[in-house]
T-cell receptor, first 108, second 115 residues
Framework: EDQVTQSPEALRLQEGESSSLNCSYT??????LFWYRQDPGKGPEFLFT???AGEEKEKERLKATLTKKESFLHITAPKPEDSATYLC?????????FGQGTRLTINP | GAGVSQSPRYKVAKRGQDVALRCDPI?????LFWYQQALGQGPEFLTY????????KSGLPSDRFFAERPEGSVSTLKIQRTQQEDSAVYLC?????????????FGPGTRLLVL
């Protein structure tokens, strides 16, 4: 059974303090790994898709990387508006399986 | 352009009532998905449509849950005889193409509270 575990569950940073969020996964035949951002009361917002180990993608202060067992979402010099829950999901042979998310808070 | 829309945004139901949740996908999107999200958890898959065909309903928790997409566009998730454990946010997502590894675009969700 496909599984996704995200860590930490919650993370508080000061504005400008860089860090990384972890997504560990087990999947039969990875077809894609997805990162989403979710604000309170809203649906998940698509950020990145990664397809194979070694792949990296960037968007503004965010960079996602992928290995055979895990993915990292690096956030560089975050701002308060980056505060949200970040969700990781894997697509194997069938359905998309999500982790429980990392709740990120950036203090000004 | 217009994204995925869902209605109602909030629904309060008494235990035992039937409810219907609507999803309007992005125009032209072939695939449509329903998810259930409990508080503090990630979304969990319920069911999947490709056009009007329901190809996977393995995530539906019981036979009280039923989904349809009769014309391959708008979809409705129906929950019969609601129970308190059905309280959650129900999310709809769509993708432009079939096949795996296509990014899914989500609606804002319907928050269901069963009293």
């Amino acid at each position: 059974e496909d599984q996704v575990t995200q860590s930490p569950e919650a993370l508080r940073l000061q504005e400008g303090e860089s860090s990384s969020l972890n997504c560990s996964y087990t999947v039969s035949g990875l077809r894609g790994l997805f990162w989403y951002r979710q604000d309170p009361g809203k649906g998940p917002e698509f950020l990145f898709t990664l397809y194979s180990a070694g792949e990296e993608k960037e968007k503004e202060r965010l960079k996602a990387t992928l290995t055979k067992k895990e993915s990292f979402l690096h956030i560089t010099a975050p701002k308060p508006e980056d505060s949200a829950t970040y969700l990781c999901a894997v697509q194997g042979a069938q359905k998309l399986v999500f982790g429980q998310g990392t709740r990120l808070t950036i203090n000004p | 352009g217009a994204g995925v829309s869902q209605s109602p945004r909030y629904k309060v139901a008494k235990r035992g009532q039937d409810v219907a949740l609507r999803c309007d996908p992005i125009s032209g999107h072939v695939s449509l998905f329903w998810y259930q999200q409990a508080l503090g958890q990630g979304p969990e898959f319920l069911t999947y449509f490709q056009n009007e065909a329901q190809l996977d309903k393995s995530g539906l928790p019981s036979d009280r849950f039923f989904a349809e997409r009769p014309e391959g566009s708008v979809s409705t998730l129906k929950i019969q005889r609601t129970q308190q454990e059905d309280s959650a946010v129900y999310l709809c997502a769509s993708t432009i193409r079939t096949g795996a590894a296509a990014a899914q675009y989500f609606g804002p969700g319907t928050r269901l509270l069963v009293l």
